[in-house]
């Protein structure tokens, strides 16, 4: 997704001076306390602090307040405004070179937890935008996508897969406004995907964690008029929403039983929980027995179903020994290339060939995760150039993608509750450049699984906005998918 809090839409007039329209530069919803800071520059001048406020929802915030807001969301496709206090009002037309540098905190991304009550580390996200903006109204009409495509083969009953998608694979024009929640899904419909729908909660859900009843209605409105089932809900664990402390244990419980909650008011019969503490997991188990949930502990990048710390969720699971409790197979664990979305990403954003082609080299060592991320921000540094460059994606590139074998797969397939068929491009072949999707098929099928596959297309995170149209994407791979697998006998 496109790392700007700016457009070239951003800059407005305000009775107090001038504003800028701020975009969350992320692909969820986030606390206003996951702001950490906020710099402007305009037409060469540093403007003071005590000059800039926020305004969200009609309520106006000095920039010193926003860490203490933790009860305050940024909801994804809010837009709120960041006032700079002048001698005189802009007008429409009038211009002027903006730099806006920024940095957030991802709450529920953490690196290591706080110590003696403080506060953790998580990953941070940095912006640095410089932009020539003219004092517009506001922004120009959202495009309507409307390209079709053939109708999909009808599914039949030797089918090993059910297919769907998670709306995650819009993230980047639900954010800008192209889509609301119902056309999203005629969108979605149109195009003949499904029917399986999964959701991030921090993302579509502007009560977030709440489910409210004016959304469930909404919700079930429109799965009944296009027969959508309802297959994952995803549930972040925000640790960090604090800025002065982590959530502590009956926090981390209380916020994941709201999530359970509003899973089970929206129809899922599964949950995809991002921790898996043994003490949140046996205080959450009688709960997910009460609601009827599945818990699926999501296996994601740089980690494996054989990594250390999956062993240990592996080894909580036998002790407590229920089917409820597995796992959510995400492929970007098991790429055998980085993926060429992101590589013209970090070429965009001033890696010239040499930087590259290291990157992609210390991606192919067997060194861990941490290790990687700081050999290459070490590397980058050494050749003076500012990491920030690139927002979180110096450490994202290797979180995000993984080069574990595809059968380690076969090792847990019983316990596997759902995969999320995580993709990034399809090319002119219909194939997935980076990810192997026939020898993946062949794992699954073979090894007896007969979940969903869920659609997820994550090339928003380094793709411009509007440079394809991710859900004809999403149906060009179910095309690959269901090739795949019906090209393989299922085993008896």
Do not use: C
């Not at 110590?115 to 506001?138: A, R, W």
């Not at 599964?270 to 959450?284: H, N, Y």
């Not at 296996?299 to 409790?325: C, F, Q, T, W």
Request: hydrophobic share 40%; proline share 8%; glycine share 8%.
């Amino acid at each position: 997704m496109p790392n700007g809090l700016l457009d070239e839409s951003s800059l407005r007039a305000h009775p107090d001076g001038l504003a800028l329209s701020l975009t969350l530069p992320w692909y969820r919803s986030l606390w206003l306390s996951s702001v950490t800071s906020l710099r402007l520059t305009i037409d060469g001048q540093d403007v003071p602090q005590e000059d800039l406020s926020l305004e969200l929802g009609g309520t106006r915030y000095a920039l010193p307040d926003l860490p203490a807001q933790s009860e305050t969301l940024w909801y994804l496709q809010e837009h709120p405004l960041l006032i700079v206090r002048r001698d005189r009002p802009a007008a429409t037309g009038d211009h002027h070179s903006v730099q806006l540098i920024g940095e957030l905190r991802l709450p529920y991304m953490q690196i290591a937890p706080g110590q003696d009550g403080g506060p953790g580390m998580y990953v941070p996200n940095f912006v640095n935008q410089e932009l020539e903006l003219s004092v517009t109204d506001g922004p120009a009409p959202a495009p309507l996508l409307t390209t079709a495509a053939a109708p999909p083969p009808p599914a039949t009953g030797e089918d090993p897969f059910a297919l769907g998608l998670t709306l995650y694979s819009a993230s980047a024009e639900f954010r800008a406004g192209w889509y609301d929640f119902d056309g999203l899904l005629n969108r979605v419909a149109d195009l003949g995907i499904g029917p399986g729908i999964e959701i991030v909660a921090s993302q579509v859900l502007p009560t977030y964690p709440h489910v409210t009843d004016d959304f469930a209605r909404a919700w079930q409105t429109a799965f009944d008029k296009h027969g959508f089932t309802a297959s994952s809900f995803g549930a972040n664990l925000d640790m960090g929403r604090r800025r002065d402390r982590d959530m502590t244990p009956d926090e981390e419980y209380e916020f994941t039983e709201t999530l359970f909650h509003g899973a089970k008011k929206l129809g899922f019969p599964l949950v995809r929980i991002q921790s898996a503490k043994p003490g949140l997991l046996r205080r959450l188990l009688p709960l997910a027995e009460k609601l009827e949930l599945k818990m699926a502990y999501e296996i994601h990048a740089p980690m494996g179903p054989n990594s250390p710390e999956i062993m240990k969720v592996r080894d909580v699971y036998a002790e407590l020994d229920s089917p409820l409790l597995g796992f959510v197979a995400d492929f970007s664990s098991t790429m055998r290339s980085m993926s060429p979305t992101l590589l013209r990403a970090v070429r965009r954003a001033g890696l010239d060939d040499d930087s590259v082609d290291t990157l992609q080299a210390i991606w192919a060592t067997d060194a861990p995760m941490r290790a990687r991320q700081e050999e290459f921000i070490g590397y980058l540094k050494g050749r003076d150039f500012d990491p920030a460059r690139l927002g979180s994606f110096a450490h994202l590139a290797f979180n995000m993608h993984g080069h574990v074998s595809p059968a380690e797969w076969a090792d847990i397939i019983p316990q596997i509750l759902h995969v999320h068929a995580k993709f990034y491009d399809i090319d002119e072949h219909g194939d997935e450049p980076a990810v192997d999707y026939p020898e993946l098929v062949r794992v699954f099928v073979e090894g007896g699984y007969r979940g969903y596959w869920s659609s997820e297309w994550e090339g928003h995170a380094f793709a411009e906005l509007g440079e394809v149209d991710p859900l004809l994407l999403v149906r060009k791979q179910h095309d690959l998918i269901r090739k795949s697998m019906r090209s393989v006998p299922a085993t008896a």
